[in-house]
């Protein structure tokens, strides 16, 4: 059953159906022990919120910022501002004090939601330069808050301001929501200019959840990981989704902890980026290689019986002969229920990816294990989902799904994927200029990104601003190229050059410790890691699996020459995003002399 409320209500109308039963499992910043919210108890806090809101004189659709990682009290801040009419605007945790300034300029901010001491410490720092700024309030009671500072209060101590003297204006406000409330000012992250403000209706989520519904078969048996940030549009419209169904959500407040999460909580659901599923590929890849033999045989003969069953035959649509039907399923009990264990997946359900393109390698393996993929595909301004797998229908390893239900998908003569419906943004936040190119004549989105539709599936190209052309005239997409090279166990990060280049190198970032373990192995000695990474037989063996792995590429698609850096990009230098997408203007520039190199004869 969903219960597809206004977000003003959705809690409270949630939690009249559940009441005691489970609705948050966290943990406190800093902490180790799950601890527990029922659904009563999370409709009491979010009363609170916009209780205390109201004392704070928060008027219909004023914009309230929230710059913290995942947490209970950012659950608790978002649906009790909802609930006075307020917007929430969601910073990711990692973002620059640059970045802050310029949101809450835009958005014209005046209470702000902080998470710990390092974005309270930001928040603080430019303080004085935001005219709008009033008020900060600060969830980790753990935060040294600056003895000069008159404006911060703790979360705690901000939720004893929710007075009964609040109830009717509150009640007030429920009647008066509308589905044509800004929901949510979010910015973009900005790998080719400045962040926009994505504006996201209430109307919006509600039409997304309803099509989504429909599709992604998620129910209150459910135990959700949120994973990504809730200020990533897929994971706050999964999540959201998840509990419009009854869904028990598991709160992972630090990204890098992920895998020790699922081990302690085992959830059934997950959303993600490919780059997590990498990882655990990657991670499999190494435990095969480094089996004896006869294990080795044993988990390769598992792997082709896993990828017969569930690729060549179910994501086709087609029933798997009886003998090849019960081998796997004797190797789904014993070989593949061991990796899931190992996973914290003992229960898996299904788990929605998007964010980029999914390798083909990876997304026959995690299939392959036993493990539901829902591959998919959106935007911000899409509210997350235009098109996705749909569980038990055939799917194409390759495609990012079909179209949900009430969104119009219509492909320009350029190959744009252009999209209209109730899903889709009005358009950004005081950027006019912008929302007139952002649109057709005829009302359609223009995404940017190039694809095509084939037997009811939508297929990707890439991005069309991403497209390389080489001094040969060639078009490259280094999208493609990217994902293919990520899944070898070496390559942590990757970033393809070619414009007006006239052959394809790259930037890679290595895995520096199995890279150390290989010297170690064969005996290479090296000073430093920058040493390690100019190494001659240490170029030679990564050039060896490179040319493996790109060997279904043309010839001009092929990287020729390529740098380890000593180096992870960085957030800092202004290399990534906050969604860890690379800036490749920035790193044209920081690495000039390295691509310059790369070219000399």
């Not at 980026?273 to 294990?295: D, H, L, S």
């Not at 969604?579 to 002399?593: C, D, G, S």
Request: charged content about 25%; proline content about 4%.
């Amino acid at each position: 059953m969903q219960i597809n409320s206004h977000m003003s209500v959705l809690i409270h109308d949630v939690a009249a159906h559940y009441g005691t039963r489970e609705a948050l499992i966290y943990q406190d910043f800093g902490g180790s022990e799950w601890k527990s919210y029922s659904w009563k108890q999370f409709s009491d806090k979010v009363r609170a919120v916009s209780l205390a809101l109201l004392e704070m004189g928060v008027q219909p659709q004023e914009n309230v910022g929230i710059f913290s990682q995942n947490s209970v009290q950012y659950l608790f801040s978002d649906f009790g501002a909802w609930g006075v009419r307020a917007t929430t605007i969601p910073f990711y945790a990692t973002s620059s004090e640059q970045q802050i300034q310029f949101m809450v300029d835009d958005a014209k901010v005046r209470i702000l939601f902080v998470g710990e001491q390092e974005q309270y410490d930001k928040a603080h720092r430019i303080f004085s330069f935001c005219p709008s700024l009033e008020h900060i309030i600060v969830y980790d009671p753990k935060v040294k808050v600056s003895p000069n500072d008159p404006t911060t209060i703790y979360f705690d101590d901000f939720l004893k301001k929710a007075s009964p003297e609040h109830d009717e204006q509150l009640r007030q406000r429920y009647d008066e929501a509308s589905m044509d409330d800004t929901a949510n000012i979010l910015y973009t992250s900005g790998t080719t200019g400045d962040s926009k403000g994505v504006i996201l209706s209430f109307g919006q989520f509600h039409a997304a959840f309803e099509a989504n519904g429909k599709c992604v078969p998620v129910t209150d048996k459910d135990r959700v990981m949120n994973f990504l940030p809730y200020t990533h549009i897929f994971e706050r419209g999964w999540a959201i989704l998840a509990m419009t169904k009854g869904a028990t959500m598991i709160v992972n407040t630090y990204p890098q902890q992920v895998q020790q999460s699922m081990r302690e909580t085992h959830p059934t659901c997950m959303s993600s980026v490919p780059r997590f599923w990498e990882k655990v590929y990657m991670g499999v890849q190494e435990q095969i290689e480094n089996a004896n033999p006869a294990k080795r045989i044993v988990f390769q003969r598992a792997l082709t019986v896993g990828y017969k069953h569930n690729i060549e035959y179910l994501s086709r649509g087609k029933k798997p002969p009886l003998s090849l039907h019960l081998e796997y399923e004797m190797i789904n009990r014993t070989i593949f229920s061991l990796v899931r264990k190992e996973l914290g997946l003992e229960n898996a359900n299904f788990f929605p990816t998007a964010g980029a393109a999914v390798s083909a390698h990876v997304e026959e393996f995690v299939h392959s294990i036993g493990i539901n993929m829902i591959v998919g595909y959106g935007l911000t301004e899409s509210l997350a989902t235009v098109s996705c797998d749909h569980l038990g229908e055939p799917f194409t390893v390759g495609s990012v799904g079909q179209p949900i239900d009430s969104i119009e998908i219509k492909i320009s003569p350029e190959g744009e994927i252009l999209l209209k419906g109730p899903t889709i943004t009005k358009g950004y936040y005081n950027r006019p200029d912008i929302n007139r190119a952002a649109f057709t004549d005829d009302g359609f989105f223009r995404t940017g990104d190039a694809g095509y539709m084939k037997d009811g599936e939508l297929f990707l190209k890439e991005r069309i601003k991403d497209l390389f052309k080489t001094s040969n005239g060639k078009y490259i997409a280094p999208q493609m190229i990217e994902s293919k090279l990520l899944v070898d166990k070496y390559i942590d990060q990757i970033a393809v050059i070619a414009d007006r280049r006239k052959f394809v190198s790259a930037l890679i970032i290595p895995e520096y410790k199995l890279l150390e373990d290989y010297a170690a192995k064969h005996n290479i000695y090296y000073k430093d890691r920058e040493d390690l990474c100019r190494n001659r037989q240490i170029y030679d063996m990564m050039m060896e699996r490179i040319d493996t792995l790109q060997q279904q590429l043309a010839h001009y698609e092929q990287v020729k020459r390529f740098t380890l850096l000593p180096h992870h990009f960085s957030m800092d230098r202004g290399e990534l995003t906050n969604t860890l997408k690379i800036k490749r203007r920035v790193l044209n520039e920081n690495y000039k002399q390295e691509i310059e190199a790369m070219y000399q004869e």
